[in-house]
């Protein structure tokens, strides 16, 4: 029981951390369009309307935009796919389908866990790759238990193994150069 609380205050850590930088990306911006004269949007999903042109032939007007960027917009994903790691755990290799990009693993301050991750990609769009995600873990005897669909397309999943009570935490974003494709990061904490 002691391990299963450590692991939910660990992602519930990561969870306020990646609040935290959203947040401070959010002031960071506004701070930024107060000083300047021109509006300066972040990266964000905008909306959008296309009407006919009229006779000033004016730009579409914008409905609204979202002031946070996606989950995964500022983390390097490299293209070139790798093999796994030799000791690398069952729970992180995935089927074919994935592209191993990078593998990293370490101790968490203050000892709390060993963090072990894995940055894939996924030639579909996040929702489909949701689907491939949960149905990898679900044949390794994990558990689903949180999903959440973020305003920008991306997608956070909490995992739990009942067995052992080791927990992790998978995001799923667009690749912001191929929208058709998906980049993951898929942590588990021990």
Known sequence: MLRRNQIIYVVGFIA???GAVCL??????K?????????????SVTATV?????????????????????P????????????????WPPELRFSEEF??????????PENIATGTSSKLRFDDIPQKTQEAIESHFRQQGWELVESTQLDT??????VEDPDNGQGGIIVIDNDPNNLE???????IFR
């Not at 009229?54 to 996606?70: C, G, I, V």
């Open 16 to 18: 306020v951390l990646i």
């Open 24 to 29: 401070v990306y959010f002031l960071k911006q």
């Open 31 to 43: 701070s930024n369009s107060l000083k300047s004269e021109t509006s300066q949007v972040p990266p």
């Open 50 to 70: 296309d009407e006919a042109p009229n006779a000033d032939d004016s730009e579409a007007e914008t409905l609204f935009t979202t002031p946070f960027p996606p």
């Open 72 to 87: 995964l917009a500022d983390i390097a994903f490299p293209t070139e796919t790798i093999e796994y790691p030799s000791q």
């Open 99 to 108: 592209s191993l990009v990078e593998a990293v693993s370490g101790e968490l």
């Open 153 to 158: 397309g991306g997608i956070v999943i909490l």
């Open 181 to 187: 494709t998906s980049i993951v990061l898929v942590t």
